[in-house]
């Protein structure tokens, strides 16, 4: 079992960033597959960005590249999504999600998730 807890989330001006945070509970956590997804009023929930168990790997939603970076601290059990060059657009509420293997169905595949935080507001300003 992983419970997943976001923060970092804010109010923040076009062109600023924001870094958020994901903390886990277990000592599993470094065994699976971190993703971020946010979730715009009016609209479904949609992929963001992974990263791998190693952190070797990272995959982003083609909205978000060059822009946003994920990233994990396997010791400190917590996953990051570092947001910069944000756009009125990046407004949503953001979700992290953990999946036991990144590679077994589509990377940004919301069913391949086992476990979903309660998600964290992000509302960029124009």
């Known amino acids: 079992q992983v419970q997943l807890v976001e923060s970092g989330g804010g109010l923040v001006q076009a062109g600023g960033s924001l870094r958020l945070a994901c903390a886990a509970s277990?000592?599993?956590?470094?065994?699976?597959?971190m993703g971020w997804f946010r979730q715009a009023p009016g609209k479904e929930r949609a992929f963001v960005a992974a990263?791998?168990?190693?952190?070797?790997?990272?995959y982003y939603a083609d909205s978000v590249k060059g822009r946003f970076a994920i990233s994990r601290d396997n010791a400190k059990n917590t996953v990051y999504l570092q947001m910069n060059k944000l756009k009125p657009e990046d407004t949503a509420v953001y979700f992290c999600?953990?999946?036991?293997?990144?590679?077994?169905?589509?990377?940004?595949?919301?069913?391949?998730?086992?476990?979903w935080g309660q998600g964290t507001q992000v509302t960029v300003s124009s």
């Open positions: 277990g000592r599993t956590f470094s065994r699976y597959a």
């Open positions: 990263i791998s168990w190693s952190g070797a790997g990272t």
């Open positions: 999600a953990a999946r036991p293997d990144l590679y077994s169905g589509g990377i940004d595949s919301q069913t391949a998730y086992d476990y």
